[in-house]
């Protein structure tokens, strides 16, 4: 019943390989994101994908490619891993704001923790 | 941009005590989102509690509440009554109303609870 479901949690792989990290929400939002949190435990978003259209790509490698098959699935698939991108990475998710909204706020999987080595 | 300052890296409370994290931002929107997050070791994000800036009532959940502050862009965290379970990562963030709206996150505090 997970609101925002990530897979996998966990992700060790070698540089230079493809993967993939999938996202999914039961919540009805129209909006997804991606974020990157650091060793150092900032957190910056990635994309924003708004009922499947690309809304927001801060400065990312396009390694990096999000993919929205349906407005409640937002994928990541990394390209030619580099060490640089061992990191935690979060999907979240968030109906659209309207002026007055109550209750408005993104909601967050769990994270998945990507180790390249 | 916005940008949102948690001057603060660590903070530590005695338990039952009340200990207050601090957040700073800058913006020049004057509708928007505050929010705290938790992040406890199993590393889910958590949100504890929001504000709409267009209230000028203090947020409270609980044991968590807000001091606040629009003119001076200030928005801090209470805890009252720590308990070892609040133990955490804590984040500010900041969401603009309108737009393609991003949420923007301090850099945290690390928030430790003495037995």
């Known amino acids: 019943d997970t609101a925002v479901s990530q897979t996998p949690k966990y992700l060790v792989t070698q540089m230079g390989n493809d993967k993939s990290i999938k996202c999914e929400q039961n919540?009805?939002?129209?909006?997804m994101y991606w974020y990157k949190q650091d060793s150092k435990k900032f957190l910056k978003i990635m994309f924003s994908?708004?009922?499947?259209?690309?809304?927001i790509n801060e400065t990312v490698p396009n390694r990096f490619s999000p993919k929205s098959p349906d407005k409640a699935h937002l994928n990541l698939h990394i390209n030619s891993l580099e060490l640089g991108d061992s990191a935690v990475y979060f999907c979240?998710?968030?109906?659209?704001?309207?002026?007055?909204?109550?209750?408005?706020?993104?909601?967050f999987g769990s994270g998945t923790r990507l180790t390249v080595v | 941009a916005q940008t949102v300052t948690q001057s603060q890296p660590e903070m530590s409370v005695q338990e039952a005590e009340t200990v207050t994290l601090s957040c700073t931002y800058d913006?020049?929107?004057?509708?928007?989102?505050l929010f705290w997050y938790k992040q406890p070791p199993s590393r889910q994000m958590i949100l504890v509690i929001r504000?709409?800036?267009?209230?000028?009532q203090n947020a409270t959940e609980n044991r968590f509440s807000v001091n606040f502050q629009k003119a001076a862009k200030s928005f801090s965290l209470k805890i009252s009554d720590s308990q070892l379970g609040d133990a955490a990562m804590y984040f500010c963030?900041?969401?603009?109303?309108?737009?393609?709206?991003?949420?923007?996150f301090g850099t945290g505090t690390r928030l430790t609870i003495i037995p």
């Open positions: 979240a998710s968030s109906p659209i704001p309207f002026p007055g909204q109550r209750n408005y706020g993104y909601t």
């Open positions: 919540l009805g939002h129209d909006t």
């Open positions: 994908y708004n009922n499947k259209e690309l809304i």
């Open positions: 913006t020049s929107e004057s509708d928007y989102y």
């Open positions: 504000q709409e800036a267009y209230k000028q």
């Open positions: 963030a900041y969401l603009g109303n309108f737009g393609n709206e991003k949420l923007t």
